[in-house]
């Protein structure tokens, strides 16, 4: 059965994707290890017998938030769910610093409209891992769940809660990808995780508003400023490959200095 509709409400989508669930369908969470993230699994674990559920972490490595992985592995096993590291074969900086070589005069790190951090590092990863598991455990549907909320900005506010993915999908396997917290707010995050008796990622408690990278291109300024207040030798790193490659890292085109106020 094909589905190539596309649902943007959440009522449709959740019932869409509940129809698929009951089909033996592999629901994959997505866990950064942030609240958003962790909220959603609480929620998928209301909806999806625990035997059609895969938790998996994009390992980013030392750029990530320390113990973000951590964090969202001792969730899954709490729950116990299987809990899978999906890892890139390159690094972030080492892609800034490969592209500044071999293209010096073209920007060297991400940017809003061209996420090869998101594409390479994530998303290309856990499709390998995910498709790995589907076909080693027999899962012919696959529905793969991101904690994306509208509330975060304008840009995620259009994306659409339930989609068919036409590159996963084959003649043996369907893929759809399903936003299933798309509607929530901030306060029914933080409300879900409370309900649950969990606690959330350290780096909230001080004082970060979203957890991913510890320097993201699209981070508000007090995420940067207190990534490199609690990671100050990833920041040194970051403030040296701007001034080397003469980008700055940041959609605003400030220099991480600029925006942070943390000299080096």
């Known amino acids: 059965m094909k589905q190539t509709g596309l649902f943007e409400d959440q009522e449709t989508s959740t019932s869409v994707a509940l129809s698929w669930v009951a089909k033996d369908a592999l629901v994959v969470a997505n866990h950064s290890g942030g609240k958003d993230s962790q909220a959603m699994l609480i929620k998928l674990l209301e909806w999806v017998p625990r035997e059609q559920l895969l938790v998996v972490h994009a390992s980013l490595g030392d750029v990530e938030w320390p113990d973000a992985l951590e964090h969202a592995q001792q969730q899954a096993e709490a729950a116990g769910l299987p809990f899978v590291v999906a ?46 598991y ?47 917290i798309h509607d929530l707010l901030k306060t029914d995050v933080l409300r879900i995780i409370r309900e649950a008796g969990q606690e959330l990622h350290p780096a909230y408690a001080s004082g970060n508003e979203r957890l991913s990278c510890v320097f993201c291109i699209l981070a508000s300024a007090n995420d940067l400023r207190n990534g490199a207040i609690r990671n100050p030798e990833l920041y040194q790193r970051y403030v040296e490959l701007e001034r080397k490659t003469g980008y700055t890292m940041h959609q605003s085109r400030k220099s991480l200095p600029e925006i942070t106020g943390v000299e080096i």
Not at 109 to 122: F, G, M, N, V, Y
Not at 159 to 167: D, K, Q, T
Request: charged residues 30%; contains cysteine; proline residues 6%.
């Open 134 to 180: 589907a076909r080693e455990h027999g899962f012919q549907v696959v529905i793969n769940c991101m904690g994306i909320r509208a509330e975060e900005s304008p840009r995620r506010a259009k994306a659409i809660a339930w989609r068919r993915n036409e590159g996963q999908s084959v003649a043996s396997r369907e893929w759809f990808d399903w936003l299933p």
């Open 87 to 132: 890892k890139a074969g390159k690094s972030l900086l080492g892609m800034v610093e490969g592209r500044f070589e071999a293209r010096p005069e073209v920007p060297s790190w991400p940017s809003a409209s061209h996420r090869q951090c998101t594409s390479d590092l994530k998303r290309g990863p856990i499709e390998r891992e995910v498709r790995r």
